[in-house]
């Protein structure tokens, strides 16, 4: 595995001109929704970091750096009265947030995203619209090498006040409900009913992977040094050294056992990358 950060667009796009076809890139956020198996990546990873952090706005218009935090971005949207709220408790990047159209409390990426601006791997500079990305429930179909360069959001105007209040709120609301100290890569696999949790009162728990993997018996199961979180089964942990295949096999493991008990197949919500 080979590390490269750019310092710009330009940097970035001529790099990936001048690499050799056949090597493949990775693009790496600040890899919240990963698991990197043990044999590492072949693949040339692109972290993108100072230069590509910036955040503006141009009305109700955000414009984000991938690099730059959804905490940091949910809250400088705040400040100047716009509500991306629903960013503030996801631990990614913006880049990752389109790629994964990440969401929470009933609202995603989708609803907000207005373009991207990416580099293809041969060098080129794109615009890539929502039609484009194809959202759909945690996921985007944005194109093998392809790099996020740069987003727009639009946000809706909120009070500044009111917008700070509720994301205190939702700090709160994680904390006691998920392991937020632990080692995770957050929820492991995707809600069956295929959409997150909406914080509505009608929103039932029957089709929540938490609820199916807690019905299988699987809540703090554990392999190696990998767990089934106690205060969340959704959640998989490294309670300490486990390898990624511990991690790997014991959500495989679940996945068996939850086909048995219930019928559902779940899918994984974290990547699994690289080589056993
Ligand atoms: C405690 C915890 C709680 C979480 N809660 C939520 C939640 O509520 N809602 C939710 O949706 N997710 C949640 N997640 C998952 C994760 O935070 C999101 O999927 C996040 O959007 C991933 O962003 P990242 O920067 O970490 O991306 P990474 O994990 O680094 O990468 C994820 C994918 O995005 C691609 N990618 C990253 N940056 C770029 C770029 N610039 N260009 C092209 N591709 C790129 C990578 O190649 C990879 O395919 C949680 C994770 C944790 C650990």
Same mark, same amino acid.
């Given at each position: 595995?080979?590390?490269?950060?750019?310092?710009?667009?330009?940097?970035?796009?001529?790099?990936?001109?001048?690499?050799?076809?056949?090597?493949?890139?990775?693009?790496?956020?600040?890899?919240?929704?990963?698991?990197?198996?043990?044999?590492?990546?072949?693949?040339?990873?692109?972290?993108?970091?100072?230069?590509?952090?910036?955040?503006?706005?141009?009305?109700?218009?955000? !414009?984000?750096?991938?690099?730059?935090?959804?905490?940091?971005?949910?809250?400088?949207?705040?400040?100047?009265?716009?509500?991306?709220?629903?960013?503030?408790? !996801?631990?990614?990047?913006?880049?990752?947030?389109?790629?994964?159209?990440?969401?929470?409390?009933?609202?995603?990426?989708?609803?907000?995203?207005?373009?991207?601006?990416? !580099?293809?791997?041969?060098?080129?500079?794109?615009?890539?619209?929502?039609?484009?990305?194809?959202?759909?429930? *945690?996921?985007?179909?944005?194109?093998?090498?392809?790099?996020?360069?740069?987003?727009?959001?639009?946000?809706?105007?909120?009070? =500044?006040?009111?917008?700070?209040?509720?994301?205190?709120?939702?700090?709160?609301?994680?904390?006691?409900?998920?392991?937020?100290?632990?080692?995770?890569?957050?929820?492991?696999?995707?809600?069956?009913?295929?959409?997150?949790?909406?914080?509505?009162?009608?929103?039932?728990?029957?089709?929540?992977?938490?609820?199916? !993997?807690?019905?299988?018996?699987?809540?703090?199961?554990?392999?190696?040094?990998?767990?089934?979180?106690?205060?969340? =089964?959704?959640?998989?942990?490294?309670?300490?050294?486990?390898?990624?295949?511990?991690?790997?096999?014991?959500?495989?493991?679940?996945?068996? *056992?939850?086909?048995?008990?219930?019928?559902?197949?779940?899918?994984?919500?974290?990547?699994?990358?690289?080589?056993?």
């Amino acid at each position: 595995m080979a590390l490269f950060q750019p310092a710009d667009h330009d940097d970035l796009a001529a790099f990936l001109r001048d690499l050799a076809p056949e090597i493949p890139v990775f693009p790496m956020g600040v890899g919240s929704n990963l698991i990197v198996r043990d044999g590492g990546l072949d693949a040339v990873v692109i972290r993108l970091g100072r230069g590509f952090n910036g955040i503006s706005f141009d009305g109700t218009r955000v !414009i984000c750096g991938p690099a730059a935090l959804d905490a940091h971005v949910a809250r400088k949207a705040a400040d100047a009265g716009l509500d991306l709220t629903f960013l503030r408790t !996801i631990p990614g990047a913006i880049g990752g947030a389109v790629r994964m159209n990440a969401g929470c409390y009933g609202s995603y990426i989708a609803d907000v995203f207005v373009e991207a601006k990416a !580099i293809t791997r041969d060098g080129e500079a794109v615009t890539l619209t929502a039609e484009d990305l194809k959202f759909a429930y *945690r996921s985007s179909e944005l194109p093998d090498g392809m790099v996020i360069v740069e987003v727009a959001l639009e946000a809706t105007a909120g009070d =500044p006040e009111d917008l700070h209040q509720r994301m205190t709120d939702q700090l709160a609301k994680r904390d006691a409900t998920q392991p937020t100290k632990d080692r995770t890569a957050g929820s492991t696999f995707r809600n069956p009913a295929g959409f997150s949790s909406t914080g509505k009162d009608d929103d039932t728990h029957e089709l929540k992977a938490w609820k199916v !993997i807690e019905d299988a018996g699987l809540r703090g199961h554990t392999l190696g040094g990998a767990q089934m979180s106690e205060k969340h =089964p959704n959640f998989l942990i490294n309670t300490g050294g486990a390898t990624a295949a511990e991690l790997e096999d014991l959500g495989e493991l679940v996945r068996k *056992r939850v086909l048995k008990h219930s019928g559902i197949e779940l899918q994984w919500e974290v990547l699994r990358v690289g080589k056993r």
